[in-house]
């Protein structure tokens, strides 16, 4: 099947330092990347929707200026959490979009990204 | 977005069937019925999914109802690494997903 992968796994940072976060798919080219963010016993909330080439979309309540997103290229998005505060601390997760044979767009998943915020 | 409906917990015992139900009253012509299933720290996993006819993978079968608003996942065989939390979505092709509380399935030997 195909893979998601994010770099790094784990960070951890000082409270006003900046951090990427890159999501790669490996085997298949993605135009679609997603950005969930998930806190300590909660759900996946969508953060925002990156296509190649444009500019994100990013969902109510996420500020567009702390949370960067670029992607540059078909298999690679980036999202940097910039002047980061703890309360930023929380499991971030990209998912790319492949296109099946039977054309349904299947969402793959990355392993996550677990922020923490001194 | 159509909402879906699913118990909080369930709990099985290893090797026996599961039946995970979901209800989703207000699901719309276009819309695929998602599973994935989260283990703890890792990111989600697709399970399945359907449309109007059940299906079968080698993970699970998901049982669609005639009228759509509902449907169940089954894990023929559960062993203790099906123990995640499942989340049942509704989604156009090519959307992002909602994830709702899902269902945390808890497995004892």
């Given amino acids: ?39 300590p016993k909660q759900s ?19 500020e567009k200026d702390k949370f960067l997103i670029n992607h540059a290229s078909l298999t690679l998005s980036t999202l940097t959490v910039t ?17 099946l044979a039977s054309s349904y767009n299947e969402q793959f998943f990355g392993p996550g990204t677990r922020l923490t915020v001194l | 977005d159509a909402k879906t409906t699913q118990p909080n917990s369930m709990e099985s015992n290893e ?9 989703h009253s207000t699901i719309s012509g276009t819309d695929y019925i998602h599973w994935y299933r989260q283990l703890p720290s890792q990111g989600p996993e697709y399970v399945i999914h359907g449309l109007t006819s059940n299906v ?8 669609i109802a005639e009228d759509r608003k509902s449907s169940t996942l089954i894990l023929h065989r559960a062993t203790l690494r099906d123990a995640a939390v499942y989340y049942c ?13 899902g269902t945390s399935l808890l497995v004892t030997p």
Wanted: charged content about 15%; glycine content about 6%; aromatic content about 10%.
């Fill in chain 1, 1 to 39: 099947g195909a893979v998601v992968s994010q770099h790094p796994s784990r960070v951890i940072c000082k409270s006003g330092t900046s951090v990427k976060i890159e999501c790669r798919s490996l085997d298949f080219q993605a135009t679609t990347m997603f950005w969930y963010r998930q806190f």
């Fill in chain 1, 44 to 62: 996946l909330m969508l953060m925002a929707t990156s296509n190649e080439g444009s500019k994100a979309t990013y969902e109510q309540g996420v």
């Fill in chain 1, 83 to 99: 002047s980061a505060h703890p309360e930023d601390s929380s499991f971030y997760i990209c998912s790319a979009l492949g296109l």
């Fill in chain 2, 15 to 23: 090797e026996e069937p599961v039946h995970l139900p979901c209800n």
């Fill in chain 2, 56 to 63: 079968n993978n080698r993970m699970a079968s998901l049982a």
């Fill in chain 2, 89 to 101: 979505i509704l989604s156009n092709s090519g959307y992002a997903l909602n994830f709702g509380k």
